[in-house]
């Protein structure tokens, strides 16, 4: 049973423009959601995270938003550059349970110039 | 600056072979996690380590082990390799609260043939 879940195998945008990375989860227990990227050959790092007693967090070019009527989270990204094009992995906690991060599938985002 | 470091960047081995995947890392955290990463599948998590000598079993901990002797040094065991543990593995630490960062290393690519 998939507990965060990226829909959205791939993203394709354009230079400049906007890029919205989404992530649904079902768990309403967590309450406190991480996105990490990743590049090809190397670990995972951490890029933005949320508590969900706010709903939104922003860190220069990069936003999360969150929803947790609709247990949705999306990280916007603007503007994108080429330097983003990575695998970008949702994370979702719950602080008073087993702390474990469940991560999602992930979403390969490539930003054409 | 926090580093995580793996042993080995890609590994090779027999099915039936005894593996030995090692991870250190430098920041005295007191949580280390085995992760593995699949096409399609995202970071499922392995084991994961509180404390010295302790150990959880995470998602998909079938046909691995854990040993963690020191601090900071947490070792994952393939009993006997079997191709579909052919993956990458990815080791991450953190201090102790759920919601503090994860830190990975770069990866180990391994192939059982």
């Known amino acids: 049973d998939q507990q965060v879940k990226q829909n959205s195998p791939s993203l394709s945008v354009q230079e400049g423009r906007i890029s919205i990375l989404n992530c649904d989860y079902t768990?309403?227990?967590?309450?406190?959601f991480l996105w990490y990227k990743k590049y090809p050959a190397e670990g995972p790092t951490f890029l933005i995270s949320?508590?969900?007693?706010?709903d939104k967090n922003e860190d220069g070019r990069f936003t999360v938003f969150l929803n947790k009527s609709a247990k949705h989270l999306s990280l916007h990204i603007v503007p994108s550059q080429p330097g983003d094009s990575a695998v970008y992995f949702c994370?979702?906690?719950?602080?008073?349970?087993?702390?474990?991060?469940?991560f999602g599938k992930g979403t390969k985002l490539t930003v054409n110039p | 600056d926090v580093k995580v470091t793996q042993s080995s960047r890609y590994l090779v081995k027999r099915t039936g072979e005894k593996v030995f995947l090692e991870c250190v890392q430098d920041?005295?955290?007191?949580?280390m996690f085995w992760y593995r990463q699949d096409p399609g599948l995202g970071l499922r998590l392995i084991y994961f380590?509180?404390?010295?000598?302790?150990?959880e079993k995470g998602d998909i901990p079938e046909g691995y082990s854990v040993s963690r002797e020191k601090k900071e040094r947490f070792s994952l065991i393939l009993e006997s390799a079997s191709t579909n543990q052919t993956s990458m593995y990815l080791c991450?630490?953190?201090?102790?609260?759920?919601?503090?960062?994860?830190?990975f290393g770069p990866g180990t690519r391994l192939t059982v043939l």
């Open positions: 380590s509180y404390d010295v000598k302790m150990k």
């Open positions: 994370a979702a906690l719950s602080q008073g349970g087993s702390e474990k991060l469940v």
């Open positions: 991450a630490s953190s201090y102790p609260h759920g919601s503090d960062t994860q830190y």
């Open positions: 949320i508590s969900s007693i706010k």
């Open positions: 768990n309403s227990m967590f309450d406190y």
């Open positions: 920041m005295d955290h007191e949580n």
